[in-house]
């Protein structure tokens, strides 16, 4: 979890969040009693979740499926998350049926969501949300492959895939019309606990396209 303040504004981050499992078709606040308060800190929360919200469907074939009953939407939302990525390599193991189901989980519960949509410009597209009058903008990208139906396309729902002249010019234009730029991918090595030389590389470029907060996730180590 990271902790930043910029002109009085205060962001908490979290890294994978799943909730497959004993849990997973029981939602309950108790997961998050040990960070609810922590959490009320914060000015805004953002989480990656990295499980579709979910009941029945057919998941996809061939790799380690995550899933989770839709009611986590609202637990999330009463522990304090506000915004979520769902740029992962699990968003879509029950396809676009999983897909919308949490979108709209998400929805009900007042949970914004960045990183995946119905297609790809609107998986590609930024949030912009007010905190404490700053104009945050925020992007999500994965860069893990996975050789299931996954990523958005043009005219197929899914989640939002890492190009670098895409982030980058994405990321400029966010920065014309935000006070912070936060941009959050999934990316690196399982278990690995530094940074690869290509992900410094492109992190080096989305900064000098004005990114102000490069925030990863994936390999479940700080």
């Not at 949509?117 to 700053?134: C, D």
Request: glycine share 12%.
């Amino acid at each position: 979890m990271t902790g930043t303040s910029d002109k009085g504004c205060r962001l908490f981050f979290t890294g994978d969040i799943s909730f497959s499992g004993r849990n997973a078709g029981n939602p309950c606040m108790e997961v998050f009693a040990a960070t609810k308060q922590l959490f009320a800190e914060a000015d805004l929360v953002v989480g990656n979740l990295e499980s579709p919200l979910v009941e029945g469907g057919d998941p996809v074939a061939g790799k380690c499926i995550l899933s989770g009953h839709p009611g986590w939407a609202g637990v999330l939302k009463q522990s304090g998350i506000g915004l979520v990525s769902l740029a992962n390599n699990h968003l879509m193991d029950f396809g676009s049926t999983g897909l919308f189901s949490t979108m709209k989980a998400l929805e009900e519960s007042g949970i914004r969501f960045v990183g995946a949509g119905r297609n790809q410009q609107e998986a590609n597209a930024p949030i912009f949300i007010n905190v404490n009058v700053q104009q945050i903008a925020f992007l999500a990208r994965t860069s893990v492959e996975v050789s299931s139906p996954c990523y958005a396309e043009h005219n197929a729902p899914g989640v939002a895939f890492l190009n670098e002249d895409e982030i980058a010019a994405a990321i400029k234009d966010c920065a014309g019309k935000a006070d912070l730029v936060v941009v959050l991918i999934h990316w690196g090595l399982e278990q690995y606990h530094y940074p690869s030389p290509e992900q410094r590389r492109l992190a080096g470029s989305m900064i000098k396209a004005g990114a102000n907060i490069i925030l990863g996730h994936h390999p479940h180590v700080l």
